[in-house]
């Protein structure tokens, strides 16, 4: 479960310091999806790189499965992140020179893990991109290059899986196709999920949809108890 108190974060230096998160209540139950919604500007990267322990709280509590992140120092949280968390991003962040299969490998072998690129193949396999090992990012399409970051955040099984805009840069249908990637792998994994996004539609998928305005939350238009049927899919 993630749960955050009062928090409070300002980026930038003088002039330009704006007040990004002001007073975040939030909590998450473990499993939950949640859609994070709201004006271009109102924090929700911000919010989630928090989340992730990317960016630290100036004050308030950000707890993530009982871990303390604001207690944390930078080696546990590092550790913290790379066990617990993956992360996907509009534009992929895929590395350019390395391979399909050695870009899925990367967080496994800085955890140290033995058989590395064999894990990593079957998680390409997972995302469908079994076929695409060899490929590089340039020679891929975006639906697989975002199916490549899906797999490479998944490698090292977190339990919880961060999205921001992660359909933003793709073709409706793509886009659809990747969607559903995520939920289902949300489903099977039993990953806590946080997404960020401007479809409406994409969000009325989530169990909960969260907005920002302004680094504050306001209420909710849906909220569906986590004990009911969650999927709204098909
Ligand atoms: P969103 O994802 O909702 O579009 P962000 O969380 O990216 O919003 O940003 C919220 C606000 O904080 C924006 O006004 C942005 O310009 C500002 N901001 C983000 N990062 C920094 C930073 N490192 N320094 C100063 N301002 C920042
Ligand atoms: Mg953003």
Redesign the pocket.
Known sequence: MISLKDVYLS??LGQ???D?LRGIDLDIERGQSVGLV????????????VMAGLERADRGQVLVERNDLLGMNEDDLARFRGARIGIIFQSFHLVPTMTALENTAIPLELAGQRDAFEIAKGELEAVGLGHRTHHYPAELSGGEQQRVAIARALAPRPSILIA??PTGNLDSDTGREISDLMFRLHKERAMTLML?THDANLADRCERVVR?RS?QLVESPHEVPASEPTSRSS
């Open positions: 980026l930038g330009s310091r704006v990004i709201g004006p271009s500007g109102s924090g929700k990267s911000t919010l989630l790189m921001d805009e960020v920002l680094g």
